[in-house]
């Protein structure tokens, strides 16, 4: 590309998309959006969230981050696997999908504390409040993420073996020998190798698609936070329980978001971290979340695969992650394109869920050993072990803790429990340094 179609900044340049012409910005936007697809749609497909709505709040989570964070950062905002086991432990694992607007409760408030620890990081610094989120704590807790949605994902897979098999060869193969955009998009390739499958194999109910609207709005009321403070029946103790539930949840999200952007900075070879400040970028992406959990969409992140794409493209301008945005509501209003994606077979689902669900606890060992947790030392191994077995053994024996109307999944014991052996446990040497990819590398996607 010619250095002539840049704008200087004061680490090197940012390429201005603009320079390049509205048909190649278009397509460059696309490029973004078909990055984030595959993981944004599969998130309500595995929770029974609306696929619109996911799409819609995608898009719109995006823009409100780059209104908050001065429309400098070039990051993306797409549904978070994290709290998919928040979800699953409030509806049952989806047998009672009328409690999702309780677990919508949960996340708002999941997306609260975001603006708790953007306040803290700006009122104290960055040093003195990560040292209670060290990895030792969060490394165990994202291991213990995927191993609890494992079960779900090989209960799908049991329903057509074979057709849960396209999924993984086609992600593993993507993923490791693919080129270019191949490589930036594995899951997206692996349902549709999947779901194409499927449809020629007679595996897949296409009359949902034929009956759909081609157009419609993205969200209903009943989906939403709203309705259960409406509709005459609240449940306080289920309102309680997710709130327990879930918001421990944040505490290894809101961590994947600072690791998400120091890659981000590493990129685009700029510190975000400085300019425009994790406070602003973790208020934008709380924000955002609180916001689409509001109206019943997922709760939203910070995405890996777009990071992906601007150092495919070496295109850094934020315009073009807004376009990807304007994109994405663009198809939330199409009943049609959310029934297609809605009839999706339970194998590849499954499949793609395999390879997802493996890489978050894959991430959290990552975690762990990048920053060389030393585990001859008891501290760290007591941490850990009380964490695996707690989040674990709750999970598959009793199923969570009940504290008079108040439900405590295995995942929030652990959490909570790990958070403060690690505050009182003397031997704490953890120091986090915003420049050390390694002390932040939490990303909950292939």
Excluded at 72 to 82: D, E, H, K, R
Excluded at 167 to 195: C, D, E, F, Q, R
Excluded at 309 to 338: E, N
Aim: aromatic share 10%; glycine share 10%.
């Amino acid at each position: 590309m010619d250095k002539k179609n840049t704008a200087a900044g004061p680490q090197g340049p940012i390429y201005d998309a603009r320079e390049l012409g509205t048909s190649k910005m278009l397509i460059l936007g696309l490029q973004h959006m078909f990055a984030m697809f595959g993981a944004t749609v599969l998130v309500p497909i595995l929770t029974g969230i609306p696929v619109s709505s996911a799409l819609f709040f995608a898009g719109v989570g995006t823009l409100l981050f780059h209104l908050i964070t001065g429309g400098i950062v070039p990051a993306f905002l797409g549904s978070s696997f994290a709290f998919i086991g928040g979800y699953t432990a409030i509806t049952n694992n989806g047998a009672n999908l009328e409690l999702l607007p309780y677990a919508c409760f949960g996340v708002f408030c999941a997306g609260l504390m975001y603006v708790v620890l953007a306040s803290l990081f700006k009122i104290f610094g960055i040093k003195k409040i990560m040292k209670y989120f060290p990895p030792i704590v969060t490394g165990p807790i994202i291991i213990c993420i995927g191993l609890i949605l494992s079960s779900s994902a090989i209960t799908n897979c049991q329903s057509n073996w074979p057709i849960a098999l396209v999924a993984i060869v086609t992600v593993v193969i993507a993923n490791i020998w693919g080129k270019g955009m191949i490589k930036i998009i594995p899951i997206l390739l692996g349902v549709i190798a999947s779901y194409a499958v499927a449809a020629v194999t007679g595996n897949a109910d296409f009359s949902a698609v034929k009956d759909a609207a081609w157009i419609g709005l993205p969200v209903a009321y009943k989906d939403t936070m709203f309705s259960i403070f409406t509709d005459g029946n609240l449940d306080t103790g289920m309102l309680i329980t997710a709130l327990f539930t879930i918001v421990p949840i944040s505490l290894a999200t809101m961590v994947e978001h600072i690791g998400d952007i120091c890659a981000i900075s590493s990129t685009c070879e700029r510190n975000y971290i400085q300019n425009p400040g994790l406070h602003r970028t973790l208020l934008g992406d709380g924000l955002a979340t609180s916001l689409a959990a509001m109206f019943g969409a997922p709760a939203n992140t910070t995405y890996g695969e777009n990071t992906g794409v601007l150092a495919l493209s070496k295109v850094y301008d934020p315009r073009v992650i807004r376009l990807a945005a304007i994109f994405a509501i663009i198809f939330s209003f199409s009943p049609k394109f959310a029934a297609l994606i809605s009839a999706m077979p339970d194998a590849t689902i499954g499949g793609i869920s395999l390879i997802l669900y493996g890489m978050i606890s894959a991430v959290g060992v990552r975690n762990v050993v990048e920053n060389q947790v030393d585990f001859t030392n008891s501290r760290n191994v007591l941490i850990a072990a009380i964490i695996l077995v707690l989040a674990i053994g709750i999970n598959y024996s009793i199923g969570s803790v009940t504290i008079g109307a108040v439900s405590l999944s295995g995942l929030a014991v652990a959490s909570l429990v790990g958070i403060l052996l690690n505050a009182v446990l003397p031997g704490k040497d953890y120091e986090f340094e915003p420049e050390d990819q390694g002390s932040t590398s939490v990303n909950f996607k292939v």
